[in-house]
């Protein structure tokens, strides 16, 4: 069964572990040198176990870990969304289930209201993914150059 789980400070090692693998998948599309410790920067970490408007969320199947989602407030297209999907995985051994779509379907759900999701277009599965998500809600997209698209949408739904 698939559940999310606020992260707490207890569970900032399994995430930041987490977050590793994530970006090692993701420099295939967004090039990001590694730091003197072999590791992928990411300035924005600790915010999320310090500032209010971001949320950290482990992603659970039967209790383990398969992936996580970072919430926070800050707009890639100038505007004031409710929430910004900033980071989302699924590990791959977890993905082909179903486990992603009910995981953002039960985030959109808990946290209602204005939404923006960035993805790379070059990344063809996340493309599917956020669009096909993303339909229900009549998003406007936002193409950002380099190959990015931001999804605009509420997921109040309109008549």
């Known amino acids: 069964m698939i559940a999310l789980m606020p992260v707490r400070r207890t569970d900032r090692q399994l ?3 987490l977050l590793q693998k994530y970006l090692h998948e993701l420099s295939r599309w967004y090039a990001q040198a590694l730091d003197a410790e072999g590791n992928y920067p990411y300035r924005w970490f600790d915010a999320y176990f310090t500032e209010p408007d971001r949320v950290a969320l482990l992603i659970l199947d039967d209790d383990i870990p398969v992936g996580f989602a970072l919430l926070n407030a ?3 297209i100038g505007e004031a969304p409710d929430h910004v999907l900033a980071e ?5 051994a977890y993905r082909g289930r179903g486990i992603a779509s009910q995981a953002v379907q039960r985030i959109l759900d808990v ?3 204005r939404w923006e999701i960035k993805y790379s277009e070059r990344n063809t599965a996340a493309s599917r993914l956020w669009n096909g998500i993303a339909k229900k809600y009549h998003p406007q997209s936002h193409d950002l150059g380099d190959d990015e698209t931001v999804l605009a949408f509420s997921t109040e739904l309109r008549d």
């Open 15 to 17: 995430l930041w572990n």
């Open 74 to 76: 800050h707009s890639y």
């Open 88 to 92: 989302f995985t699924v590990f791959p």
């Open 111 to 113: 946290y209602g209201g």
